[in-house]
C-alpha cells in the first residue's frame, strides 16, 4: 500500500464550477498535509497546508482534513481556466518521513 | 530574492558519464532534498539534508551522491549516468524537516 493515494483523473470541471481533489493515506499517526500545484513542465508550488482536523481556507482554496477517515481534501472554488495543473498532496508521517502522491490533473474548460 | 536556483535546466549524458547537478537556496533554510521526478511514479527522494553537516538518503539513492557544501549548496552527483537516471530532478528546501517544501525549477536530464 502507498504512503499517499490520488485519483490520477483527469478531472474536468466547467470554469465557476467547485473542483474537488481528494487523497488518502495510511499512516494514521500522519501529521502534517499539503498541497502543491504544478503546471506542465514548472515546478511543484506549495499552495495550502493543514496539520489539524476540519477546514482551512485561503482565497478561492479551501483544504480539509479528516484524520479519522485518513482523508484529505482540496477544494477549488470559481475554477478558473489558469487552475488547470496536476495537484500533488504530500504528508509527513509519524516517523518524519515526507511523501507525494502520484498527483491529480484538473482541466478547468472554459 | 531567487528562491532555490538549480543548474543546468537541461542535460543530456551519454551513459557512463558523470556529472554534478548544483542546488542553492537563499532563504537561510536548515533543510535540502533532492527529488527525481517520473511519469506515474510521482516525486520520489533520493536524499536529504536535514541541517548543515548532515546527509541521509531517501527512496531511490542507489547511483547517487550528495554534497552538503554549506547552509546554502546541496549538489547530487551522478558518478556513471544509466539510461534509468532519465529523469526530471528537482532540488528542494524548507525552514525545518516538516515544513513546506520551496522547489527549483528542475533540470531535465537524459542519459543515452
Known amino acids: 500500500q502507498k504512503e499517499v493515494e490520488q485519483n490520477s483523473g483527469p478531472l474536468s470541471v466547467p470554469e465557476g464550477a467547485i473542483a474537488s481533489l481528494n487523497c488518502t493515506y495510511s499512516?494514521?499517526?500522519?501529521?502534517?498535509f499539503f498541497w502543491y500545484r504544478q503546471y506542465s513542465g514548472k515546478s511543484p508550488e506549495l499552495i495550502m497546508f493543514?496539520?489539524?482536523?476540519g477546514d482551512k481556507e485561503d482565497g478561492r482554496f479551501t483544504a480539509q482534513l479528516n484524520k479519522a477517515s485518513q482523508y484529505v481534501s482540496l477544494l477549488i472554488r470559481d475554477s478558473q481556466p489558469s487552475d488547470s495543473a496536476t495537484y500533488l498532496c504530500?504528508?509527513?508521517?509519524?516517523?518524519?518521513?515526507?511523501?507525494f502522491g502520484t498527483g491529480t490533473s484538473l482541466t478547468v474548460i472554459p | 530574492n531567487a528562491g532555490v536556483t538549480q543548474t543546468p535546466k537541461f542535460q543530456v549524458l551519454k551513459t557512463g558519464q558523470s556529472m554534478t547537478l548544483q542546488c542553492a537556496q537563499d532563504m537561510n533554510h536548515n533543510s535540502m532534498y533532492w527529488y527525481r521526478q517520473d511519469p506515474g511514479m510521482g516525486l520520489r527522494l533520493i536524499y536529504y539534508?536535514?541541517?548543515?553537516?548532515?546527509?541521509d538518503k531517501g527512496e531511490v539513492p542507489n547511483g547517487y551522491n550528495v554534497s552538503r557544501l554549506n547552509k546554502r549548496e546541496f549538489s547530487l552527483r551522478l558518478e556513471s549516468a544509466a539510461p534509468s537516471q532519465t529523469s526530471v530532478y528537482f532540488c528542494?528546501?524548507?525552514?525545518?524537516?516538516?515544513?513546506?517544501?520551496?522547489f527549483g525549477s528542475g533540470t531535465r536530464l537524459t542519459v543515452v
Open positions: 504530500a504528508v509527513t508521517n509519524t516517523g518524519n518521513q515526507f511523501y
Open positions: 493543514i496539520y489539524s482536523n
Open positions: 528542494a528546501s524548507s525552514l525545518d524537516r516538516l515544513d513546506g517544501y520551496t
Open positions: 539534508s536535514a541541517s548543515e553537516g548532515t546527509t
Open positions: 499512516d494514521r499517526g500522519s501529521q502534517s
